[in-house]
């Protein structure tokens, strides 16, 4: 009998879904299920996720996977579709609170951070004492990924982050300052740009993402200053990685969508054949589907990949 | 002229565009039941004075009297609720909208009872029963829906439709700014029978006209405008165009008694 | 008067004739049209349909390749609730482009208004009666800034709006703190906010009352458009503001409360929104201010303003509604329906100046 | 000729005194006008000045609220370099502007065309000058359909680029598949592309070609509006589009040559932006539209066509870089910028109307 | 009349505008160094048949010969290269641009040598100094500066300048729709001045107004228009004023002689 099986991103416009995008459909393949997948048009489209939930319940699929575009905001049409019998897994952006969904499969974004943080921590070394420090966080709105990264990374550097969700409230002598990139290129050379006239004396640099990573990049080239500044991001998307590799980026944080696609996918076939849910990993509210470092320049007491290994795995 | 007082006065009114002066210190008298022509070259301030008077535009000098009382309108809806109706030169019709939206356009019948007063419903018959007395009233043309659109009329059509609101409503005072300006033979002289007939319901009007014969056939006194204040007023009984022409356009000086008038 | 020789009773004496003149005005001709002209023809008369068909038609388009699914009771009032937020908003709009405006700030004012309401009733405590009704005075207040923008200051709607846009936005982010207000928490402390999500029920088909509010709000706005004073006023202001002046209506006060109004229902649509998405999102409806103006658009109402029906913009909602959902269910990719959607869009407007055309 | 009675030559005998008419016309006087009046006036005369004034004045405001750091060279060129995309895309909107039209899809044109760049030259393998110029002649193309949309079509340009704006979304999804192309890549297979990153060095200061490219474009569009022929048609069109019609200007022809050359400057605009940006972004400038749009306004040209300076576009686009960097220099929130940005929207063009009224 | 070939004919020209038939086969016919008169009553037709003749419109059905040519213009500038110079009814003015550019608007003269024919720049001085020497040469106005822009100019100004414009660039043929309907009697008298020179550079002239007086002045010839059609065409010698309006309003049938006109 047919199982449907609905996938719905955030955006089309970002690799990372693109990604997750194509291991549903390896998973739906292989397991002959009939995937439909949608996307909201810009990040925080709320609406079209909405809408795609119910589409799908409309449709008579089994299942939902759904990378909330607000975790809080689609929590309601989530339990409807539950209620409707449908099995209904987070990916990547956990849901306010996570039982809300069935089950999450997601990289844990604040221990995504804290690695990086503790990298780049080792990294300096003696001289972590005088960092200074830009972050380049995603947009005004500081939606969860943003802040566990960004918090994770302080939390591993040693920095006292106070409120745990909150952007902007630490009083660490280090910070220069903080600013959004909506994660890609543009809005990363700016930010970079922007920071690097507070101070000009950064040396270190945590990026939401890779993109964002990139183009501080370019900014810090554009001044000469591209080899002293350590830029730390997290993803490890294949171009990321290869920017590991080529210099641009000192260490990131692999998270693997294609496994969290092709889990889900496994986990509601299951489902609809048996009625058995998927449980989350030991001790935590989701399934925990692993995050990696990888750098060229590995440190002690920070288990880590190289590029080239990491290049074998990349976003697999 | 023989009546004691005007109904309408000006004294001294200025208004300047910019480095522009359209009026400058101009006066203005019109008596009960009487044609007042008002006659000067383009860009005398005929426009501009009576604009001034309706409400159209604020003077930046000067006093406005109604019946002997100060007045001092901000818009054109506080000159016509004193009674004074206007045809502008661009005639202030909504083209999109039908002939009975435009000729009661801001004084709307409500239906009668709670529709009206509460749920401030339009009266649609009563308003398309008065539109269509008041043109047929006037003879003034063959309007074969009364709910068209203003747009599909004839330039003379939609001319006759703002005269006819203005005849309909105004009270005390009707203006006319060059009502028959792109009218054929034919059609002006439909308007100024209408100019006549309204005189006749004991209306005064006033009208801004460049056409000589026409002013001198209907006008009772002729205001003569010229560099943005009122040269002076003469009798067409007493005056030639000649005379009218010669003095609007500076080529004489106007006599003595005439400035007085 | 030496001029009046010849004359009669003060007539040149060439307008002697006139009283014999012929009374022939218009001649109308039916020359063959063919099919095509035909419907124009029809449909020039009553531009109204123009939108019905085309919603009319990719309901029939849509059923054939969706399927069923598409055609279900479930689905069908889906597409309602789901257009019914935008759909508000294409109601406010229309009010402001009936006047020859655009406003860029609707999606904003709604937003900030939920959140306002929100705030109040849910972390503040404040009865959620009272916290509605300061949300819709908010709204009337917003639309009453972009009001005196446009009529005091007298820009252009178009950047009073893209203006206030973005200082809306920035409150939003500033009350909100960026967080969701989450639904249980509105369930706990006000579940009032939320009652526009609830429905009748009739077998399979959810018919929330935020459709109906829809629909309501249409009618009550079609009606003050067509049967009061007040709605000929904003026809008249849209179509020549300068006559409209002239001709006695206090234009500058007509278009303030025309702004007010817009605001108020965008406050309305606020309430409804937090019954449709269950919770109270700051980052919701982003794009919400051009979904607005392109339901209207779809509808056939003027962008010049005076011209169009306000139902046309309930029927654009709709069809925008029925696209998406149909190629949803047909399992089109966002991407390719992007595409559709503007195409939806040129060719809507197309049809809509092929049909209103003078030589229809 | 029986009615020519009384009549000299022909005349009508009332105008035999024409010949002594009075020749004076216009009358000029000077009251006293007080110290905002006096500048009022002066700008009057030269509207185009405004937004040098506004320019200069925040440019003094933040050098005292941020410190010298806002002053540096470095600064200084690097808001150059910052408003140097948006500052292009504005110079292509103003085009658009003057017609009276408004183009929301320039951004989007800019990205695909940077797209379709990157995909030819680094995935696969064209040389970089063929690949650019396909990328003109593709943002030449949809300037095309944008222009044939409006003239022949008869579409209102709002609704033909909000339709063609999501089109051009969709297909820069389809070519990009979402990924960004890396700098590293383009270096390593086409770094003629990223060549308007490269800078002329002046000590601290760096002047990118990009950003000479921007003034350059200004200077270029300047001359061919205000010194050929075509540029008066473009403001004749854009200010009565029938009475040009009239005037015997080919007013179809020259509206589709502007959105040609507007999509072309785009394209421009996309070789510049891959310098700025380092990489190819499928997601960069997703606002980009609407900051044109802001940046046209607040250089204080009309929304209404055949008014203004493209000049004050280039003015506008740096006076929003200046805020911009003024506000973080200061050390302003994100959410206070957007907030202040809005209101700078609506002050720029209140203090433009106020210099423009007739009662000057 | 006397001439035997005219210069401009059309023949069974039939433009529909949606349900209304603006001209119904009408014809057409100018003589060279004549002013030919058209006359009729609102909506008769007029401002569509010199439309058709002008290219601004493009006529459903019928012939339109220049010399003796067929021609069948679809846009004014091709009328215009023809030699057909109009003043519409509107003007055709753009308001925002200077009168220079006005009067240039189409037919910019470009620098010589390269900077015209590589970079396409304007000559500016020569524009300005042949539209000065064309408005004084006319005598119609004392424009203060050449390069203001027309906005600023009084209704009778702006006409001038449209004026002006034809009658500067007319090679063939010149026509005026209702130049002086908006003008006062000074203004007036000078457009008419104007046309009686364009007649003496041997230029033929087409002239609608609903000025009896002034047609019957200046026309050779006047062409009657009705109900969409050339009803006949009277020579103003041998016919009166009243014989005009009569048939223009269809008070009376067109003698046989004139319907062969
Ligand atoms: N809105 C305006 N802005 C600037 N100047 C104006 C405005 N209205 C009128 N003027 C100027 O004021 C003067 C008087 O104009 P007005 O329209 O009152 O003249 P008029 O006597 O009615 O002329 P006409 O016979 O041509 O209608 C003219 O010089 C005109 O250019
Ligand atoms: N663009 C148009 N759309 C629809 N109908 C039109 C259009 N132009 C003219 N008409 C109609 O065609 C007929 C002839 O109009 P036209 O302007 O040629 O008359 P006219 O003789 O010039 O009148 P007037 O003396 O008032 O200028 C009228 O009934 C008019 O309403
Ligand atoms: O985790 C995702 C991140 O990797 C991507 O770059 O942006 C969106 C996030 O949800
Ligand atoms: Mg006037
Ligand atoms: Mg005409």
């Known amino acids: 009998e047919d199982i449907g099986a609905c996938l719905v991103t955030k955006t089309d416009t970002n690799p990372f879904f693109v990604k997750m995008k194509e291991g549903a459909q390896q998973g739906a393949e292989a397991n002959g299920i009939r995937l439909s997948t949608f996307a909201g048009k810009i990040d925080g489209d709320v609406e079209t996720q909405i809408a795609a939930v119910e589409t799908c319940i409309a449709s008579g699929a089994k299942g939902i996977l759904i990378t909330p575009s607000d975790s809080r905001a689609l929590a309601p049409v989530v339990t409807q579709a539950r209620e409707a019998g449908l099995l209904v897994i987070a990916l990547d952006t956990p849901f306010e609170p996570a039982d809300v969904a069935d089950a999450t499969f997601a990289t844990d974004n604040f221990k995504a951070g804290e690695l990086i943080g503790q990298w780049a921590a080792a990294k300096l070394g003696d001289a972590a004492a005088d960092a200074r420090i830009a972050f380049l966080d995603l947009n005004p709105s500081e939606v969860s990924v943003d802040y566990l990264r960004n918090q994770g990374f302080m939390q591993g550097f040693g920095i006292d982050i106070r409120n745990p969700t909150d952007i902007g409230d630490e009083e660490d002598p280090r910070i220069v300052g903080h600013d959004v990139t909506n994660g890609n290129e543009e809005g990363g050379r700016t930010a970079m740009e922007n920071l690097l006239q507070k101070d000009p004396s950064i040396n270190v640099v945590y990026t939401i993402n890779e993109p964002a990573a990139a183009g501080a990049y370019e900014a810090l080239k554009a001044v000469g200053r591209q080899d002293d500044v350590l830029i730390v991001s997290v993803d490890g998307g294949c171009p990321g990685v290869q920017n590991i590799a080529d210099g641009v980026i000192g260490a990131t944080s692999m998270q693997f969508p294609l496994l969290m696609a092709s889990k889900g996918i496994e986990a509601i076939k299951t489902f609809a054949e048996t009625g058995e849910r998927p449980q989350n990993s030991e001790g935590l509210d989701f399934f925990n589907t692993g995050v990696e470092l990888i750098t060229d320049a590995p440190v002690d007491g920070v288990p880590s990949k190289t590029s080239a290994e990491g290049l074998g795995m990349c976003w697999g | 002229m023989t009546a004691p007082q005007p109904i309408l006065t000006a004294r001294g009114i200025v208004k300047r565009y910019g480095r522009v002066t359209a009026l400058d210190r101009a006066d203005f008298d019109l008596y009960p039941g009487e044609i007042l022509a008002v006659i000067g070259d383009n860009g005398a301030g005929k426009s501009s004075l009576i604009k001034a008077i309706s409400g159209a535009i604020t003077p930046d000098e000067g006093e406005i009297r109604l019946e002997g009382k100060p007045v001092r309108f901000t818009s054109p809806i506080e000159a016509r609720d004193a009674g004074i109706e206007t045809v502008y030169q661009t005639l202030a019709l909504s083209p999109a909208l039908s002939i009975t939206d435009n000729m009661f356009v801001g004084r709307e019948i409500r239906k009668p009872g709670v529709l009206g007063t509460w749920f401030r419903i339009l009266d649609r018959k009563a308003m398309e029963d008065f539109a269509r007395d008041k043109l047929s009233e006037l003879g003034l043309m063959t309007i074969q829906n009364i709910n068209q659109a203003v747009e599909t009329l004839s330039g003379g059509q939609r001319q006759g439709v703002a005269v006819a609101r203005a005849a309909a409503f105004g009270s005390k005072v009707i203006i006319l700014d060059e009502p028959t300006a792109a009218l054929g033979v034919n059609e002006s002289r439909r308007v100024l029978e209408l100019i006549c007939d309204v005189r006749a319901r004991g209306i005064p009007i006033v009208l801004i006209s460049h056409n000589m014969p026409h002013v001198f056939e209907v006008a009772d006194r002729i205001h003569i405008h010229r560099l943005g204040r009122r040269l002076c007023v003469i009798d067409p009984g007493e005056h030639t165009m000649s005379d009218a022409v010669a003095l609007m356009t500076g080529a004489k000086e106007p006599p003595a008694s005439a400035q007085a008038a | ?360």
């Open chain 3, 1 to 360: 008067m030496t001029d009046k020789t010849g004359s009669t009773g003060g007539r040149q004496e060439f307008e002697g004739s006139l009283a014999e003149s012929d009374t022939r005005v218009a001649r109308f001709e039916n020359g063959s049209r063919g099919m095509a002209g035909t419907i124009q023809h029809l449909l020039h008369g009553n531009p109204t349909l123009v939108p019905v068909i085309v919603l009319a038609a990719s309901v029939a388009v849509f059923g054939l390749v969706a399927g069923e699914r598409f055609f279900s009771p479930f689905n069908l009032t889906l597409i309602m609730q789901q257009v019914s937020i935008i759909g508000m908003l294409a109601a406010a709009q229309s009010l402001i482009i009936l006047t020859a405006g655009i406003d860029l700030s609707v999606a904003a004012v709604m937003v900030l208004m939920s959140v306002i309401a929100g705030n109040l009733a849910v972390k503040m405590g404040v009865p959620a009666p009272l916290a509605l009704l300061v949300a819709f005075a908010g709204g009337t207040l917003a639309g009453l800034l972009n009001g005196l923008l446009v009529t005091k200051v007298k820009l252009p709607p178009f950047i009073t709006t893209l203006g206030t846009w973005n200082i809306f936005f920035a409150l939003n982010l500033w009350l909100s703190g960026a967080q969701s207000i989450r639904s249980q928490d509105i369930d706990a402390a006000a579940p009032m906010l939320k009652v526009f999500g609830n429905a009748l029920e009739f077998g399979e088909a959810r018919i929330t009352y935020g459709s109906i509010l829809m629909f309501a709000t249409f009618g009550v706005l079609w009606f003050l458009l067509n049967k009061t004073a007040w709605g000929r006023h904003v026809y008249a202001v849209g179509d020549d503001k300068e006559a409209a002046e002239l001709a006695g209506i206090r234009t500058d006060r007509t278009l303030v409360s025309v702004y007010m109004l817009a605001g108020f229902v965008c406050a309305i649509a606020a309430w409804s929104s937090i019954g449709r998405v269950g919770s109270i999102s700051p980052q919701a409806f982003y794009e919400g201010n051009l979904q607005s103006i392109t339901a209207v658009v779809i509808g056939g109402i003027s962008l010049f303003g005076g011209r169009g029906s306000i139902l046309g913009a309930l029927f654009g909602a709709l069809i925008v509604g029925v696209f998406q959902s149909g190629l949803r269910l047909a399992g089109v990719d966002v991407l390719w329906q992007v595409f559709a959607i503007g195409w939806l869009i040129i060719l809507a407007v197309a049809i809509d100046q092929w049909i209103r055309k003078v030589s229809a």
